[in-house]
């Protein structure tokens, strides 16, 4: 009798295995998320890095052309050019061994919207891009101080930005352009399709970088209202397809968006 009780003692029950087995699974249950969580977090972090990393390049480079604001594309030839990205790393703006890492959101290099995208071989006004960078981040083309291909550049300088910590400097992009502009109608007419331009994989925000040199989380909506941070208050290129009233050049907010944006947005 005693032997056989020992021998109970010794072992598990198939109940008691398969309690055990049930506790394992909901510690993983739990922990398996958490941990992802966490990776997330991290990852998020990295691109807010990257974001604060490549506005101090931006700001650097305004202040060795005398202020004026970085001009997006710049013409090589009669009929080619290079973005803004390209000439960054090309001067070593944005240095280090792993500089090409900088360009590149980590969540958004795992597969996250449509991933990285890059401007060569683009065709912009009958000029073509022969030089740009892969990556997940674009200038507020509403600040930009040559809006265009043009060789007479209209020269904006930075201290027409007269809210630093308020004014988007970088926008974390889910396509290939390396400007992005806030105007109502781009924002339904080019970035509708289901997607959407602008980054939404940190928990629905995207990274933006100010012109003070700091970086924030936001969702897309919160960009344009209450006040908006595209536009400095008012805008610094002219908007063709909807051109600011006097009343308007002043904080203004964008109310409209919630029908125009992509559903992506609005998660």
């Avoid at 390396?178 to 339904?188: E, I, N």
Wanted: charged residues 20%; aromatic residues 8%.
């Amino acid at each position: 009798m005693t032997s056989v009780v020992k021998q109970r003692a010794a072992g598990f029950t198939l109940v008691e295995l398969l309690v055990v087995i049930a506790v394992i699974g909901v510690v993983i249950s739990i922990l398996v998320p958490l941990l992802g969580r966490v990776i997330e977090s991290a990852r998020a972090t990295r691109c807010l890095s990257n974001a604060r990393q490549i506005a101090t390049a931006v700001v650097a480079d305004s202040a060795s052309n005398g202020g004026r604001l970085t001009e997006n594309r710049t013409l090589i030839s009669d009929t080619e050019y290079i973005t803004w990205r390209q000439r960054f790393r090309d001067a070593g703006l944005i240095g280090g061994s792993a500089r090409d890492e900088v360009w590149v959101c980590p969540t958004h290099a795992r597969g996250a919207g449509n991933g990285p995208g890059s401007e060569a071989g683009f065709q912009q006004a009958g000029f073509r891009c022969v030089g740009d960078v892969v990556s997940s981040y674009a200038l507020n083309g509403h600040v930009l101080w040559r809006g265009r291909l043009q060789d007479d550049a209209a020269v904006r300088p930075d201290t027409a930005i007269q809210r630093p910590a308020h004014t988007i400097l970088i926008a974390e992009t889910n396509r290939s352009f390396s400007q992005l502009r806030a105007s109502d109608p781009m924002v339904a007419n080019y970035y509708g399709n289901g997607e959407g331009a602008y980054g939404y994989w940190h928990d629905g925000d995207g990274v933006y970088a100010f012109q003070d040199g700091h970086a924030e989380r936001l969702r897309f909506l919160d960009t344009g209202s209450p006040d908006c941070r595209w536009h400095n208050g008012s805008d610094l290129t002219a908007d063709t397809f909807v051109p600011q009233r006097p009343g308007e050049i002043r904080p203004h907010d964008h109310p409209d968006w919630e029908f125009l944006v992509p559903d992506v947005y609005l998660r």
